[in-house]
């Protein structure tokens, strides 16, 4: 008899056949137990993971924040709210540990996935030790789906034509609807559907905002998923594009926070922390942390946090402006959830659904100290401007701006504690509201639960709940074992039982900590600072089950305890390929030289027809001389883009417009844009291009240059121009031929803006050193032109 070869996950081919084998069919015995999927075990629930972004504990409502918070209100209402619940710090580390129940190093993932780096921890792909919770729920009964923030893809592969080997769809998902990137513009966003790449369905002008969208792609999975398959239990993962930059609402959601952050983010700290120990969020007697505890000498300038009391009548009215945006991002997407949550309970399946409504890290400090009307800068390492982002102030949270907060509302947010996103030593970056939601399998009603826990341990209590267990070998590879506790255990524990968590270290962009046994001890380090010297941090030790905000640095009186803590980061560092560190800037990280699948090469060549291209893997202007050549047959009246990449928070574009060739570069989306210009064009063949040389760097290490605009081997434009060195965006926004996606680069035109009247054969990108003039002909013929 023969024996299907099983793969440890239950998927029902393990069995030997027990019927039998005639040379007739009818003397033979069938066996369909082999061959059988396997079932979910009878009554396993349902689960849905809603993973907002960048929120710290202190925003919303359940917590005592002023960010109301309707559905989440009424599932903390009916289920439990969590005190001490934590992340890495950072966005993909986070989501990684969500879906293997691994240490974000452990998964390779020791940093975003674009700042990777090379070396085990931080390599950007999951391992085939560390199999997913959606494969493992896949193979054992149940339908998956994922939608929104993925972040998870390797940049190098988020390309029509990579490698889908950590898309969704490998990694145990049954659908997809999203964004792979860590970020998107929730007017104009970047979308993929299961394994490709589309538009977005509707406008902004006929209602459409991202939030809503995936609220109505998981209702539609979720509801023929029941008219199909009724008796199986379903995983949804839903990752909005909240809370993250760019924070964008309808403006009646905006306007319902109208003067509510006036009194500033310090006097909403006190009020928040008040309100935090009437709640029994936080025990009484915690106290507040200082807004900038880091030492000057070793603090990031990027970081700081303005005084309230020093701020103009001008700055007090943008900051309040731009927590109203966010607060109004926040409940709007809110809302969008509790239309999940209403169909949910309306089809009868609410009260078997595992619900965790939480956030992957920290309130963002990416704002910088005023703010900003495009977050593009931060990861550019250019500073905000107080008139641009006051220009903006009427529009914030509108397609106008990619707006983020000043980094002192990142702080209030992230109250009592100190710091917020990207500092993994402290509790402003890793503790984030968490509540549980499980009608029939909770008894508990409205509690509060003060157990220690981290984002490693939500598959190990998934798996808890449904009685299985992540195998020992997945696809012939032996597994690593989860670092996580289940947290099943707490669901009808004393509020203060006893954690069965023992130890969690964190490290993120040169900052690390180690919680273990109620002690926690913290190096003094900021990320992203570009100091060093990792070896004379300072570590500076808190006792935080009696001191919660981590306000009292007590490593003098307890050397021993601190020398524990620090040996054993040291040993999780070892066993989870935590080193090297690495606090290079945000600018040097992102732009890190990655193996690309495509050989390198100085000429790049694209045609129309095509969708987007992925900043992934588009041609680099950054940094360095460019030149752009399209190759056309012109009819009287022809208009439209040529080139685009970007968008007008950042992006170039080469366009005919009133018949003359356009050439703009909208750098950081600062006014005015930089616009070059022809004379009228004639009818017939051309080759139409632009050449920029860089000859220095500004003060913030922008490329300075010359700009030439060609019409054939003549230059008809001339003039100075700045460039960014950094990306155009994290967003999306590709490298468009004959057209424009998403958000225009340019306010010349109104997107896609095709090409029309006449024929574009095909645009070539060249970043070598040679003259615009020796590629001329050398790139017409390349395009086959005839």
Not at 381 to 399: H, M, Q, R, Y
Not at 440 to 450: L, N, V, Y
Not at 706 to 732: H, I, S, W
Not at 753 to 782: H, I, N, Q, W
């Amino acid at each position: 008899m023969r024996k299907r070869e099983g793969n440890g996950m239950g998927n029902g081919m393990s069995k030997d056949f027990a019927g039998k084998v005639s040379l007739d069919v009818r003397d033979s015995v069938a066996d369909w137990s082999p061959y059988e999927l396997t079932r979910a075990p009878e009554g396993a629930p349902n689960i849905l993971v809603i993973l907002y972004d960048d929120t710290g504990m202190a925003s919303w409502s359940p917590y005592g924040g002023r960010i109301n918070m309707p559905t989440m209100d009424r599932l903390a209402a009916n289920g439990l709210t969590y005190t001490q619940w934590h992340t890495t710090a950072l966005c993909s580390p986070t989501r990684s540990t969500f879906l293997t129940g691994r240490n974000h190093h452990a998964n390779g993932m020791g940093n975003i996935m674009e700042g990777t780096n090379g070396f085990p921890g931080l390599c950007g792909r999951i391992p085939e030790e560390c199999a997913t919770i959606g494969q493992v729920l896949q193979q054992n009964g149940y339908s998956t789906f994922w939608i929104g923030k993925n972040h998870n893809v390797p940049e190098e592969d988020v390309s029509s034509g990579g490698s889908k080997s950590q898309w969704p769809l490998a990694m145990g998902f049954d659908r997809f609807y999203g964004f792979l990137g860590g970020e998107t513009n929730n007017w104009y966003p970047d979308l993929v559907e299961d394994n490709r790449f589309i538009e977005q369905p509707y406008s902004p002008e006929e209602g459409y905002h991202l939030s809503k969208d995936l609220a109505d792609q998981a209702i539609r999975m979720i509801r023929d998923q029941q008219s199909s398959n009724p008796s199986k239990p379903w995983f949804t993962w839903f990752c909005p594009g909240a809370n993250h930059a760019p924070h964008h609402a309808p403006q009646e959601y905006i306007d319902k926070y109208q003067g509510v952050f006036d009194d500033g983010y310090e006097a909403y700290r006190e009020w928040m922390l008040a309100r935090m120990i009437e709640r029994g969020i936080m025990p009484a007697g915690t106290e507040l942390t200082p807004f900038n505890p880091m030492p000057e000498d070793q603090a990031n300038p990027a970081d700081y946090v303005k005084p309230w009391d020093s701020l103009s009548a001008d700055e007090k009215r943008l900051f309040s402006r731009m927590a109203e945006v966010f607060a109004g991002f926040s409940e709007y997407t809110d809302a969008q959830i509790g239309r999940i949550v209403d169909y949910l309970e309306e089809t009868g399946q609410l009260d078997n659904t595992l619900v965790f409504y939480c956030a992957d890290n920290g309130a963002s400090g990416e704002g910088s100290p005023d703010g900003s009307v495009n977050e593009n800068k931060f990861f550019n390492g250019f500073p905000d401007d107080l008139a641009e982002n006051l220009a903006k102030i009427d529009v914030l949270g509108s397609p106008e701006t990619y707006n983020h907060y000043p980094t002192g509302w990142a702080v209030a947010f992230s109250t009592p504690f100190q710091m917020f996103k990207r500092y993994s030593q402290f509790s402003g970056g890793t503790c984030d509201p968490m509540v549980i939601h499980w009608p029939k399998g909770i008894e508990a009603r409205g509690e509060i639960r003060h157990q220690y826990h981290h984002s490693t341990d939500i598959v190990a209590t998934m798996l808890d709940v449904i009685g299985l267990e992540m195998p020992e070998v997945f696809r012939g590879v032996a597994q690593r074992p989860l670092d996580g506790v289940s947290m099943r255990y707490s669901f009808d524990a004393a509020p203060d039982a006893p954690t069965r968590k023992q130890v969690q270290y964190y490290a993120m962009l040169g900052t690390r900590g180690i919680w273990k046994d109620g002690w926690k001890a913290s190096a003094i380090h900021a990320p992203l600072s570009g100091h060093g010297r990792f070896d004379e941090d300072r570590w500076e030790l808190y006792h935080v089950d009696a001191d919660r905000s981590e306000s009292n640095d007590v490593a003098a009186d307890h050397p021993e305890r601190l020398q524990e803590l620090v040996e054993a980061w040291n040993a999780e560092a070892e066993r989870n390929h935590v080193l090297p560190l690495d606090d290079r800037s945000a600018r040097d990280q992102l732009t890190i030289e990655r193996p690309q699948a495509e050989p390198p090469r100085t000429r790049y060549v694209y045609y129309p027809d095509t969708g987007a291209v992925p900043e992934s893997v588009a041609v680099s202007v950054r940094g360095r001389s460019f030149k752009i050549i399209a190759d056309v047959r012109l009819d009287d009246g022809a208009q439209g883009v040529l080139f685009a990449h970007g968008s007008r928070f950042g992006g170039h574009a080469l366009f005919l417009k009133e018949n003359k060739l356009h050439y703009v570069y909208n750098f950081l989306g600062i006014p005015p844009e930089q616009e070059f210009v022809s004379e009228p064009l004639t009818a017939g063949p051309h080759s139409l291009g632009m050449e920029f040389t860089r000859e220095s760097a500004g003060e913030h290490g922008e490329s300075i240059g010359t700009c030439r605009l060609y019409v054939d081997n003549r230059v008809v434009a001339e003039g100075p121009m700045r460039a960014q060195v950094g990306k155009f965006t994290l967003c999306g926004d590709g490298l468009c031929v004959g057209f424009d996606s998403a958000d225009a680069v340019s306010r010349h035109y109104t997107n896609p803006f095709p090409f029309t009247g006449g024929e574009l054969l095909g645009v070539a990108v060249d970043v070598s050193e040679e003259s615009y003039l020796d590629l001329e002909l050398e790139a017409a013929a390349m395009l086959a032109r005839e």
